[in-house]
């Protein structure tokens, strides 16, 4: 093998970028940059454990599609991801709506006008998720309620636990207290409390209501205070 120029090594590296599955012209810019033609089939580095593929949204993506879930042949090009690659590059918008909508199901509070967009011919300057909100807490309290969310582990070594499920109780209690208190979107809150669980849970209640919220040592001046505050806004 010889050592590719710097020119090689580029053309080679922005080949990679946007050929995508093009695996013949990914041959020919390889044979001519190193000078030797690459060998099929390539080894995985990594194999998935038993399981694995099956619960991940691009196997979930090609069953949907009616796509194989195994490659065809050694041929990057017979490979389904391939299929799915294309469609995302040649369909852009409507892969990535796909994705938004029907995989990941985000739990927007108001749905995007459009999930990708163009507004110029630059494909480097996308505008994402258009007019959308979304609150992150959301995300919290879809994860299964069992599975644990917490751990406080004291000094003298006794561990406090909360589940998803128990974690959601605590935030959306403290969020009540939090808004009997005026608290609403934009409020901005001091955390002057040592750094325990209830503090977890008042910033957490604070963005599930659109507040946002600051740790404050009880060792800070005023001034000190207000600049945080400022900071939070």
Not at 37 to 52: A, D, F, K
Not at 61 to 87: C, I, M, N
Not at 179 to 192: D, M
């Amino acid at each position: 093998m010889r050592v590719p120029t710097e020119a090689q090594i580029t053309q080679w590296i922005q080949a990679c970028r946007t050929l995508g599955p093009d695996f013949e012209t990914h041959k020919a810019l390889y044979t001519e940059a190193f000078g030797e033609v690459p060998t099929l089939p390539l080894r995985p580095l990594w194999y998935p454990s038993m399981g694995q593929p099956e619960a991940t949204h691009l196997y979930a993506a090609l069953k949907e599609r009616g796509l194989p879930t195994e490659p065809l042949s050694v041929a990057p090009e017979d490979h389904p991801y391939a299929a799915l690659h294309r469609w995302s590059i040649q369909h852009r918008a409507a892969f990535w709506e796909y994705v938004v909508e029907q995989r990941l199901q985000v739990p927007f509070t108001r749905k995007p006008s459009r999930i990708l967009a163009f507004p110029t011919s630059d494909i480097a300057q996308p505008h994402w998720l258009e007019d959308a909100e979304l609150n992150v807490l959301s995300l919290l309290f879809r994860q299964p309620a069992d599975a644990p969310a917490l751990v406080y582990e004291r000094e003298e070594g006794e561990a406090l636990r909360w589940s998803y499920g128990e974690l959601a109780v605590q935030v959306r209690q403290v969020a009540a207290a939090l808004q009997a208190h005026g608290v609403t979107p934009g409020s901005r809150i001091a955390l002057c409390m040592p750094l325990r669980p209830e503090a977890a849970f008042i910033y957490l209640a604070a963005l599930y209501l659109g507040a946002s919220a600051a740790t404050i040592p009880d060792s800070l001046s005023g001034e000190e205070i207000a600049i945080r505050l400022e900071v939070a806004q």
